[in-house]
């Protein structure tokens, strides 16, 4: 018989896919060498494996920050770019005479669709396809994936979930963080910095991020369109920092006593007038309880965190400082420390700070 290749990337068949014949010498007692039973000339005892096409993916995407390429490499635009592979009808060998062309676009589970701009197509090469320098996506999430598809054959294959953020910056252990972590959207700054710990990580924050929580605060209603401000400490433990959360919004004719914070995070926390942070529901993607209210000032003599530090004008606008912890007992995307939404200007609403507590 005439055996296919095993990287030829065949569809499903029905039928026979191939032949074979074997030549046996009889004894009279059942026995005999091993040079008795030979194959049949062109015989190779191989036969075709009937199944479909299939992509699968190779180097998976990781995090990135919003906008920037996104390669397999988390934080890392440039490097080696995400891949998917066809798979022969076998499943489990890669195709590799196959050319077929390959498209990724984003998907989620409980996430707005959105559309994903950069590399998101590539034509298979010996059966790889590779998105270099990389697709990318214009909104800060945790739940997103991207998903492959061909015009030649049916069926799709999905990555792994992976994070897009605003910014990050590197937080050494033994060190501060190299520097703050900061974001600018529709007029409102946010920065997040810690000091100094035993764990490295890394320090992201978002403005307005698609997995934000919904929540507000009973005695600050929230505006609608409001933007919610987040940070998270990826990669590490950080109950051991202290750092603080700033957010500058464009000046208003409102008293500086009218910025309440009205914070969100996934442990207890004490509140203005001292009572409890309520609980609303449950921080997206885990079964957690997410706990919401709003920040009282900050003691004079050993602050307890989370709590309003200052609040001050400048040129800049009304900034807002919260002292916080980097605890995190839970360490669930995408709620991160805290979420901080501010009051619009002359009723507004203005985008909040990083990752997940409105001020």
Not at 88 to 96: E, P
Not at 97 to 126: E, F
Not at 226 to 247: C, I, K, N, Y
Request: include cysteine.
């Amino acid at each position: 018989m005439t055996s296919p290749s095993p990287s030829t990337c065949r569809p499903a068949r029905r039928g026979p896919q191939a032949s074979f014949s074997i030549t046996a010498k009889p004894t009279s007692d059942f026995s005999g060498d091993g040079d008795e039973f030979t194959l049949a000339a062109g015989s190779d005892l191989l036969v075709d494996t009937i199944g479909a096409c299939s992509l699968a993916w190779v180097d998976q995407p990781g995090d990135a920050e919003r906008s920037a390429r996104i390669t397999s490499v988390d934080f890392a635009p440039g490097s080696a770019p995400v891949a998917v592979e066809v798979r022969d009808g076998s499943g489990g060998s890669r195709a590799t005479s196959s050319t077929v062309p390959v498209r990724l676009r984003a998907t989620s589970t409980s996430l707005p669709l959105v559309a994903l701009g950069g590399t998101t197509t590539a034509t298979a090469v010996a059966g790889l396809a590779s998105f270099g320098p990389g697709p990318s996506l214009g909104v800060s999430s945790p739940g997103y994936r991207l998903v492959a598809t061909t015009t030649a054959f049916a069926g799709s294959a999905a990555s792994a979930f992976f994070v897009v953020v605003d910014d990050v910056v590197d937080c050494p252990a033994g060190q501060a963080c190299a520097a703050p972590a900061s974001s600018t959207r529709n007029g409102q700054t946010v920065t997040a910095d810690f000091g100094s710990g035993s764990s490295s990580f890394d320090l992201v924050v978002s403005i307005g991020g698609a997995g934000a929580p919904n929540f507000q605060c009973a005695s600050y209603p929230r505006p609608s369109g409001t933007l919610v401000s987040q940070f998270e400490l990826l990669g590490g433990d950080g109950s051991d920092r202290t750092g603080v959360m700033t957010v500058v919004v464009p000046l208003s004719n409102q008293p500086l006593y009218l910025y309440p914070v009205c914070w969100a995070a996934p442990y207890p926390f004490t509140t203005k007038g001292g009572a409890p942070a309520s609980v609303q529901g449950t921080k997206p993607g885990t079964t957690d309880p997410l706990y919401v209210g709003v920040l009282p000032n900050c003691a004079t003599v050993a602050p307890v965190p989370p709590c309003v530090q200052s609040r001050t004008f400048s040129s800049a606008g009304a900034s807002i400082r919260v002292f916080t912890t980097g605890a995190d007992p839970w360490r669930y995307w995408p709620t991160g420390r805290g979420t901080v939404t501010l009051p619009g200007r002359l009723g507004r609403p203005t985008a909040p700070s990083r990752w997940s507590s409105p001020i």
